[in-house]
């Protein structure tokens, strides 16, 4: 008598802050049984539940209450390099695309796109495959020289989470306690940045993280 083989849902963990957004994301797959959604709305509580829940896909908005997706990106893989993240945004500049992509993520999808465009990027990342939006990975091919000449794509991850935690208004303290790192280091970072970005002072390195669109 032939085995029949029981195949298990994919679980989807969605870290995002905005219930309109978490509801959507779950009346897209609610029709299907094959996806189990779970959710949790900060960088914390998400790394928790990607290590308690162990989901086949991370899906993760970039703006974040207290990190950024960047920074529980960077948590997540180093946990487990082989977990399959897409990242989740408003922000739809290539550049942001491209650092995504450099940071291990396998999806890159604008909340600005048919959200249709979620369920067929999860399926993607599920069966092990890239997706990024048609029209991002359009912008991306075509603005190849100006992703070159912008300041995001000169910076680390981890200097990127110090800019875009100072542009939202963190004192150099309160970033050092985000992110579990010393006083000394997020100060000397933050000179750094100054060099690499051509800012005069705190005041206008502040300017330049809202101009990115960081703050």
Do not use: W
């Amino acid at each position: 008598m032939a085995q029949t083989t029981v195949k298990l849902a994919t679980r989807v963990l969605i870290v995002d802050d905005h219930p309109v957004v978490v509801s959507g994301c779950r009346a897209l797959f609610a029709a299907d049984a094959s996806v189990k959604i779970d959710q949790a709305d900060d960088a914390k509580s998400g790394h928790r539940a990607f290590l308690t829940r162990k989901p086949d896909v991370t899906v993760i908005d970039i703006n974040l209450p207290d990190v950024s997706g960047f920074e529980l990106m960077r948590r997540i893989r180093k946990d487990d390099p082989d977990a399959k993240i897409i990242m989740f945004s408003m922000n739809d500049d290539p550049a942001f695309v491209v650092r995504a992509v450099e940071l291990g993520a396998q999806g890159y999808v604008s909340k600005a796109d048919d959200p249709r465009t979620l369920v067929k990027a999860v399926r993607k990342v599920a069966a092990g495959d890239n997706f990024i939006s048609p029209q991002l990975a359009e912008a991306v091919t075509f603005s190849a020289a100006s992703i070159k000449a912008n300041p995001a794509s000169q910076v680390s991850a981890r200097e990127l989470e110090i800019l875009r935690l100072l542009g939202r208004g963190d004192k150099i303290v309160e970033v050092a306690d985000a992110l579990g790192i010393s006083y000394k280091t997020v100060a000397n970072t933050t000179s750094l940045l100054k060099q690499k970005l051509g800012a005069k002072n705190h005041s206008d390195l502040i300017r330049i993280a809202v101009e990115l669109g960081l703050g």
